[in-house]
């Protein structure tokens, strides 16, 4: 150490010694920074015996009556020490005066930037210039790049190296996500703190107040220049936004692969589920809707909801939900919630711990006026269980079978017996319940015995009939009646039983598989098939007596609901919901998408917003109908779409770089164009409607000039410059420029209209004003970001309308609620959950009344209602639990 301070000492005073005449302006530094500071230099000091140095950089001003500013580097509060090998500091100290450069050169006509070579969002630049720095700021020469290190303009290089897919999720971090240096007073003097950034980063990451603040994200440095308006960040809002939001519609009926998923209520409400949550529709009465309908919502659940079974009493409702994964990737337990569908309050939580993967099936006990219920889990021996509904005890529990099991009820006539049916099997349970102490019931099992018929490959549902037989639907079409009989030497039942279950009678009904049947009042029974999609009514004796056909485009019958007099609701495996009978037919009240969703967009003067994904379907919903105004089919995935300013027509961006333009009205094709052969990520208009801007992912941004009625387009330009995939853009108010976000975090700004060059000195758009902000990184939306974030953490982000809130999807199933601007570490938020899988879009409406959300792969639409600061409700808590959707059921049976 004294070594050190010797070395130190006789630095400082060669320094001040010496004057070289080599000034700023022969490393190509800003005109305002070679007037303050007219000689510097830099000098290495090895400590003996180590490969380990010091780095000074020491400016002297050009007069004393330099204007004020930040303290020369050389101050001891400033001077930042690091690491460094021989070989390095060879290499820079063999540059000479030139060492003092931030980069190469500028180009002729263009700024140098302090800073070195790395751009704003961490990557480097393709022109060699180094990162925005204020006049008068002089940043630490930076290390030779490494070999590594992602270049800009990547396209042309091979497809292995440019990033193709989002980056591994949740990798947790210990750094922290935000470092920001006060003045040097509120440092004490302190040096400044070493940068967490990734291996070899040598870099300094304080920063002076008023100029800068610095994140990290996978290691990686994003500098965010503050507005020149702000002096300082405690002057910006720190608390949640005073807006709440409330859960006013939710789009979409998950049939594509559930079952046990449609009942309705004493009430007359239907009660169905999508991602988390259960749907109470009513088809009548009530505000809004298709027929004048209304929605309710228990929102109690925290992974998505796998089936459903109602209470004798037609007001209590059970619902099982599946297994999921927490923010930290640790295993979350299913569970059955028991709860009042006119309070929507909780009354029971059964299982917890007690089901693995998920609940598959549940059912109601009918002859004990629902006293008990019957559970089987997802797990593989498919563990069926028997609880007290009261009081949460489990009384009964056995291996089921290694097959799946589709569905399970008890006898309405005996609650000892319960029968379970799925692939390959029909099994028939005798439940004693053990006078009622938990975990003394015992379950025996007989097999249903197919004797000279055909074992089908599923048995998906059944229905227990008024005389004590059962009938089943099969994946033959078949319905098969099954009764009891004596067992005789030709028929061995189990275990020496005296009874076994045969099949009584078989009736053809549907080419293909049977999905549903459902018991009326009037004692018929209603069939639903899957590949032929006909809905048939049987008489005694399965006597025919009416059909329906449902049309093609809404899907096969997967459940089927009798609701006052002759109405029937009929669930489909594309996701709709439909009502009527059998004589008139039937039309939708709820549809909804199919697979995994991404493209969102609102209407710029109208309540209504479009949707696409991966079910390759284009959907335009009227957001105060709640209906679906219209759909077509891409024939390719849809990724992103944006309104024309004047709504008459809408650009769609597809996974193969193609982009369409189509007529909202006619919903015809006035445009199509092909950019590369890489999946567009994001399109945008300007606000007055004369450019569109497309980002790829081949690292580009290609520039449309449009006409004004928006059909007609010519190419304008190309914006070259990322070194990653585009992920979010947005354009300034007077349409002039751009700010972009790529896949490797990098925060770039171009102006459009004077050619789509790419603007070096970021810091001189500090001031900008947005059109819209939906890039997630940057300096009025970096709190949003949370601690040991690996940089996909944000899916969406949205700000409203008027510039008061700022709503973000994010990986964890969550839309969160905050200030705007939001320019505060760790800034708190409002937490809204519901949806099943990761959000992967927000976008507030035209007039910021309405919230829109995309779920990824629970394929739901969320519409929430903005609540304004004054006597607005407070949103339901949600659960610490993180959802995630569960692996699909085979789409076979």
Avoid at 602 to 618: A, E, I, S, V
Avoid at 739 to 744: H, K, Q, T
Wanted: net charge neutral; aromatic share 8%.
């Amino acid at each position: 150490m004294e070594l050190v301070k010797a070395a130190l000492a006789e630095a400082l005073r060669l320094l001040r010694l010496q004057a070289p005449p080599n000034s700023l302006q022969d490393s190509g530094a800003v005109a305002a920074t070679r007037d303050r500071y007219t000689h510097c230099h830099t000098l290495f000091l090895f400590l003996p015996g180590t490969s380990r140095g010091i780095r000074l950089i020491h400016c002297l001003p050009s007069s004393p009556a330099a204007p004020p500013g930040p303290p020369p580097p050389c101050s001891p509060a400033l001077v930042s020490r690091g690491t460094q090998t021989e070989a390095e500091a060879e290499r820079e100290a063999s540059l000479g005066p030139s060492g003092l450069s931030n980069g190469p050169p500028a180009p002729q006509g263009g700024s140098e930037e302090p800073g070195g070579t790395q751009s704003e969002g961490g990557g480097s630049s393709s022109s060699g210039t180094g990162s925005p720095g204020p006049p008068g700021i002089l940043r630490l020469t930076q290390p030779p790049q490494r070999a590594d290190t992602p270049r800009r303009n990547s396209s042309s290089s091979s497809p292995s190296e440019r990033p193709r897919q989002k980056l591994s999720r949740k990798a947790a971090s210990s750094a922290n996500l935000l470092l920001r240096s006060g003045s040097t007073e509120s440092r004490g003097g302190k040096d400044p703190l070493s940068s967490p950034g990734g291996p070899g980063s040598r870099r300094s990451n304080y920063n002076l107040e008023g100029i800068s603040v610095k994140m990290f994200l996978r290691g990686r440095p994003i500098t965010m220049y503050i507005p020149s308006g702000i002096r300082s960040l405690e002057e910006l809002p720190s608390g949640p936004p005073p807006e709440t939001l409330s859960l006013d519609w939710v789009y979409g009926y998950r049939g594509r692969d559930s079952r046990s998923n449609l009942f309705v209520l004493r009430s007359g409400e239907v009660v169905y589920f999508i991602a988390c949550v259960v749907v109470l529709y009513r088809p009548e009465g009530g505000p809004g809707g298709p027929g004048g309908g209304g929605q309710r919502h228990y929102r109690g659940h925290t992974d998505c909801v796998r089936c459903l079974a109602v209470h004798p009493d037609g007001v209590r409702v059970a619902s099982g939900q599946t297994a999921g994964v927490d923010k930290d990737g640790k295993p979350l337990q299913p569970v059955v919630h028991v709860w009042d569908s006119e309070t929507l309050l909780k009354l029971q939580e059964i299982g917890l711990g007690a089901f693995e993967r998920g609940v598959g099936a549940l059912a109601f006990s009918v002859a004990d006026q629902g006293a008990f219920l019957c559970v089987v889990d997802d797990s593989n021996e498919h563990m069926l269980s028997v609880w007290d509904c009261s009081r949460g005890t489990k009384l009964a529990e056995i291996k089921s079978t290694n097959d799946s099991v589709l569905a399970v009820g008890f006898s309405p006539r005996d609650s000892s017996c319960i029968v379970t049916s799925g692939k390959s099997h029909v099994h028939f349970w005798n439940w004693s319940g053990g006078a009622g102490v938990p975990g003394n019931g015992t379950l025996t099992r007989k097999q249903g015995v197919f004797g000279k018929y055909k074992k089908p490959k599923f048995i998906p549902c059944f229905v227990f009939l008024p005389d004590g037989d059962i009938l089943t639907g099969d994946s033959e079409g078949n319905i098969l009646t099954w009764g009891r009989s004596l067992s005789d030497s030709r028929t061995p039942g189990r275990g020496g039983a005296k009874e076994t279950y045969g099949i009584v009678a078989q009736a053809h009904a549907h080419e293909g598989s049977i999905f549903a049947l459902c018991l009326r009042r009037d004692g018929t029974v209603l069939s639903g098939g899957g590949r032929d999609r006909r809905l048939v009514q049987w008489g005694p004796g399965l006597v025919a007596l009416q059909e329906a056909e449902i049309p093609e485009h809404f899907g096969a019958v997967r459940a089927i609901a009798e609701g006052p007099g002759s109405q029937l609701l009929v669930g489909t495996t594309k996701n709709a919901l439909l009502r009527g009978d059998l004589a008139q037919g039937f039309s939708p009240v709820i549809q909804g998408h199919t697979d995994e969703l991404w493209g969102l967009c609102t209407h710029p003067f109208q309540n209504r917003f479009l949707t696409c994904g991966h079910d390759r379907q284009l959907c335009l919903w009227d957001g105060e109908g709640h209906a679906l105004a219209w759909s077509i089919d891409l024939k390719e995935t849809g990724l992103c779409a944006d309104f024309h300013p004047s709504g008459a027509v809408v650009a769609v961006g597809l996974n193969t770089g193609r982009w369409l333009v189509l007529d909202t009205e006619t919903r015809e094709i006035v445009s199509d164009v092909t950019d590369g052969n890489e999946q567009l990520s994001v399109v945008r208009y300007s606000p007055d409607g004369l450019y569109l801007a497309i980002g790829s992912h081949d690292n580009m941004i290609y520039i449309y000039s449009v006409s004004s009625d928006g059909a007609k387009s010519n190419r304008f330009g190309r914006c070259v410059g990322h070194s990653s995939f585009i992920t979010h853009l947005d354009w300034s108010k007077d349409g002039s420029f751009i700010m972009s976000n790529s896949g490797d975090y990098e925060i770039l700004y171009w102006d459009v209209v004077g050619g789509c060059k790419l603007l070096r000195n970021r810091y001189d758009s500090r001031d900008r004003e947005w059109a819209t902000y939906t890039c997630v990184l940057g300096f009025h939306v970096y709190g949003v970001w949370p601690d040991g974030s690996d940089g996909t953490d944000i899916n969406s982000l949205c700000r409203s309308h008027n510039e008061r809130v700022v709503a973000v999807a994010d990986d964890f199933c969550k839309v969160h609620l905050f200030q705007y601007p939001c320019a505060r570490a760790k800034a708190p938020s409002l937490v809204y959950g519901g949806h099943g899988s990761h959000v992967t879009s927000v976008r507030f409406t035209h007039d910021d009344s309405h919230l829109i959300s995309l779920g990824g792969k629970d394929a739901s639409i969320f519409q929430w209602r903005v609540l304004g600061a004054g006597g607005a409700v407070p949103a339901p808590a949600t659960p610490s639990r993180t959802p995630s959707l569960s692996p699909a059921s085979s789409l076979d049976v």
